[in-house]
């Protein structure tokens, strides 16, 4: 046997493949008190960090280190750094925020985060909407397009049982299902996508026409104008028209539909009736996740710097 075919005096371990045998030989030394260093490590690590799970909680390790905590020193020392804006921001009078650039801009920025936060969900990313949520980046505003309407809107919502002041509060469409008949519902349908402008059955709008007078003018108008925005800010519901305030009824002489302007949809909307919800925001209404008075003037610059409304 030649030198090079000699077997080192290392043992094996037993495996055996094709006549090739596995050597046993040692791990290097090196690696060896390396392996051992992290686990003493490991088990270090998991006495002075949090790291053990228990029922509510984790261990908090000895060291007293919380992630949450270092983001939470950070966020108060931003917090401190505007305190002053903050407090200024909440006791500003929204129609003259404008004219203080620096107040202005720290509500814009402020108020997209709140925004991306709380508005997108419905609203979109881009505050562009979506069926039965209201694009914020057009003039048609039921609820009044004005930044100091805006805030009124975010704080007290529209519909809810929340706030008192909630706007359009009992003011749902009613299903006209069982009141109308199908094929007056038809004729209906055809005026109101005549009102729009769109496609439809001439003969058929015409009957609609008169119907639409008797159960819909009411609310939308004769000539499906739409009727401005409501509050209970009136004890008298009588107020309300006097004032020129309905229930924020839509127009539907346009082409801005909230929940859809083909026929099928105006069908749905009639048959079924609509009740669109918004909360109150306000942290009087929302005690565990409402926003505070600088909040709500920040989502609302925020919003009326998009280029909607008045």
């Not at 909630?166 to 749902?172: I, L, M, N, P, Y």
């Not at 009136?234 to 924020?248: F, Q, S, V």
Request: hydrophobic letters at 40%; aromatic letters at 10%.
């Amino acid at each position: 046997m030649s030198k090079q075919e000699e077997k080192p005096d290392v043992g094996t371990t037993g495996h055996s493949w094709d006549g090739i045998e596995e050597l046993n030989n040692p791990l290097p030394r090196w690696w060896v008190w390396l392996f051992y260093l992290t686990i003493v490590w490991g088990i270090w690590y998991t006495i002075a960090y949090p790291a053990w799970p228990g029922i509510k909680d984790a261990t908090a390790g000895y060291l007293g280190y919380s992630t949450r905590g270092e983001v939470a020193a950070d966020i108060k020392a931003v917090e401190d750094a505007n305190a002053a804006l903050t407090a200024e921001l909440a006791s500003v009078d929204l129609a003259t925020l404008a004219d203080n650039a620096e107040l202005n801009q720290f509500a814009v920025n402020a108020g997209g985060a709140v925004f991306r936060a709380n508005c997108s969900q419905c609203h979109g990313s881009g505050a562009a909407g979506a069926k039965g949520y209201p694009n914020l980046l057009d003039d048609e505003w039921l609820w009044g397009g004005r930044i100091d309407e805006i805030a009124y809107t975010v704080s007290h919502g529209i519909r809810n049982e929340q706030s008192f002041d909630a706007r359009g509060f009992g003011g749902e469409m009613p299903a006209f299902d069982g009141v109308l008949a199908d094929e007056e519902i038809d004729a209906v349908v055809a005026h109101v996508l005549a009102l729009a402008g769109e496609d439809h059955d001439a003969a058929l709008a015409e009957t609609g026409a008169t119907l639409f007078l008797d159960n819909c003018a009411a609310c939308h108008g004769d000539n499906g104008e739409g009727s401005l925005a409501a509050t209970r800010s009136y004890e008298d519901p009588e107020d309300l028209i006097a004032n020129g305030e309905m229930t924020g009824a839509p127009a539907l002489n346009n082409k801005v539909w909230l929940f859809g302007g083909d026929a099928a949809s105006i069908r749905e909307s009639i048959v079924g009736g609509r009740a669109g919800v918004m909360p109150a925001w306000n942290e009087d209404f929302r005690p565990a996740g409402g926003l505070t008075q600088a909040e709500v003037n920040a989502v609302a610059a925020y919003v009326h710097q998009l280029g909607g409304g008045q």
